[in-house]
């Protein structure tokens, strides 16, 4: 990340995270079996016959759903969805705080945050600079997680040591959501420009493999 940016981590629609989805199938008593990396899910009720077909299959992060076999087939996805969006949000939070206070930074919450039907949560990650010349050694980054869990970030000036840290939080949260980060570069206000890590940056994306 750099000074001065906002930045949302991508959803695709395709992709969910098999741990959350365990506890979505258990939520919803869905019957499942995971074997190595695939969680195939092959009952969603009891009075349910799919010829031995699965309705769902997970290999990885990536889904596959049966609907030649699957009866109401878009009901069913969506009600697994909206399961796992309630959880991804929990999920999203609880992985950025515990990241970003892996690299010594501390939670803060958003007083002023009214959760509604886009926006569900929003905090704050505060960092405290260790450089002695430093006239502005606290920074915060601003983080709202949306309704399917993913995630807004905003931050201005962040001295340079705290600024490596949050990089490397930002690094791990891609690896952990499994998804690209679309970054958009802010005006950087004159008093900052001598700041050799802060530079103008454009719109961009961020693949992780």
């Known amino acids: 990340m750099s000074c001065f940016e906002s930045s949302t981590f991508l959803k695709n629609p395709d992709v969910m995270n098999q741990e959350i989805l365990i506890s979505a199938c258990e939520k919803l008593v869905w019957k499942y079996t995971v074997t190595g990396n695939e969680l195939t899910i092959f009952q969603l009720s009891a009075n349910e016959n ?3 077909e699965y309705a769902m299959k997970i290999v990885g992060n990536k889904v596959t759903y049966n ?6 087939a878009k009901g069913k996805v969506q009600e697994l969805q909206n399961t796992f969006y ?7 939070e609880e992985s950025i705080i515990r990241e970003f206070k892996k690299q010594g930074w501390t939670f803060k ?17 505060v960092g405290r600079s260790k ?8 920074s915060q980054i601003k983080f ?25 939080a930002m690094e791990s949260l891609e690896s952990i959501f499994g998804n ?9 206000p004159l008093k900052y420009k001598h700041k050799t890590f802060c530079e103008n940056k454009k719109t961009i994306s961020i693949t992780k493999k």
């Open 131 to 138: 450089l002695k010349d430093e006239t502005e050694p606290i």
């Open 67 to 72: 609907t030649y076999y699957l009866q109401n």
């Open 144 to 168: 709202t997680i949306l309704k399917d869990g993913s995630v807004k970030t905003d931050s201005d000036y962040i001295p340079k040591d705290i600024h490596e840290l949050a990089d490397k």
């Open 86 to 92: 309630e959880l991804n949000v929990k999920y999203a």
């Open 109 to 125: 919450s958003n007083d002023k945050f009214k959760a509604n039907e886009n926006e569900k949560v929003s905090f704050y990650m």
């Open 50 to 52: 799919l010829r031995g």
């Open 180 to 188: 690209k980060r679309e970054i958009n570069g802010k005006e950087i």
